[in-house]
């Protein structure tokens, strides 16, 4: 591979039953010349908002997120996305390998530009895991919660989770490539037996879909949350993303910092030059 609601808008219309399309049916120019046809509607994407676009699918890549980042490097625009069927060399955080089967997961990447500082890069993480478990969610599956920093959970296992990788020019961040893997179709003996445990799958948990679904359903979701992170307060993502974090941190943390220091972890995580976080 390396959360909100969202209204559809009706498909529109037919140019020639709503009569746009005749030029018979045009009013003349002022010089009497015909009048020039109107510009067609502009579609509305599938994943409601406009990352998602460029959109490079291609049946086997070492890594989605290396390829994009080759790609952002060379100057593509922000919204740009490549998903594969399956991965050689899917990483996860801390370079783990993402079991990446062909065709029984998702394996996306996606490009952002934001207008932030790199003292805003922790958010990206944040924002990320959002878009993620709103997703889940956004499909049917139940109890979606994040774990700190990269994992989202549905019934206490790992359904799906986010690589980030941001590149920084001094005190600005570049542009960010967000990976994204998510367990889709696999069955329980389609993981493989050190993973059998702690993995769980939208089919595991009872959800009916397919990739290109959850590639939508995710899409919208980033776009969502994106929007929010540019236009809002960024303390709207830290918020959410309690909320999403706050049964697994008081589960498996409380003992030793509780939520609220998890999500302080969060909000103080920094990315160098290379990509590497740390927290305060």
């Not at 959850?214 to 919208?220: C, D, I």
Request: proline letters at 8%; aromatic letters at 4%; glycine letters at 10%.
């Amino acid at each position: 591979m390396t959360t909100g609601h969202s209204a559809e808008m009706p498909p529109a219309q037919d140019a020639n039953r709503s009569g746009l399309s005749s030029e018979a049916n045009q009013p003349p120019a002022a010089d009497g010349a015909p009048a020039p046809p109107p510009q067609e509607p502009r579609p509305v994407p599938p994943d409601g908002g406009p990352l998602g676009r460029p959109l490079l699918e291609r049946d086997e890549l070492d890594s989605t997120s290396e390829l994009l980042k080759r790609l952002a490097s060379e100057g593509a625009p922000e919204g740009t996305t490549v998903v594969a069927r399956s991965q050689l060399r899917g990483r996860g955080q801390q370079s783990r390998r993402w079991f990446s089967p062909p065709d029984l997961g998702l394996y996306l990447s996606v490009l952002l530009r934001p207008p932030w500082s790199a003292g805003d890069s922790g958010s990206l993480a944040l924002l990320a895991g959002l878009a993620l478990a709103t997703a889940c969610s956004d499909m049917g599956v139940k109890a979606v919660r994040l774990k700190w920093p990269n994992d989202v959970l549905a019934g206490g296992r790992k359904i799906g989770g986010i690589l980030v990788e941001p590149t920084l020019r001094g005190a600005r961040l570049e542009y960010a490539v967000l990976g994204f893997g998510v367990n889709v179709l696999h069955t329980a003996e389609d993981f493989p037996p050190e993973l059998r445990a702690t993995a769980t799958s939208c089919r595991l948990a009872g959800v009916t879909t397919d990739c290109a679904a959850v590639r939508a359903a995710v899409l919208r979701a980033l776009n969502r949350w994106y929007d929010t992170a540019k236009t809002s307060s960024l303390d709207q993502l830290y918020s959410a993303w309690a909320e999403r974090a706050r049964a697994v941190t008081t589960t498996e943390h409380a003992a030793r910092q509780g939520w609220k220091a998890t999500l302080r972890r969060g909000r103080n995580t920094t990315y160098d030059a290379h990509g590497k976080h740390s927290a305060d």
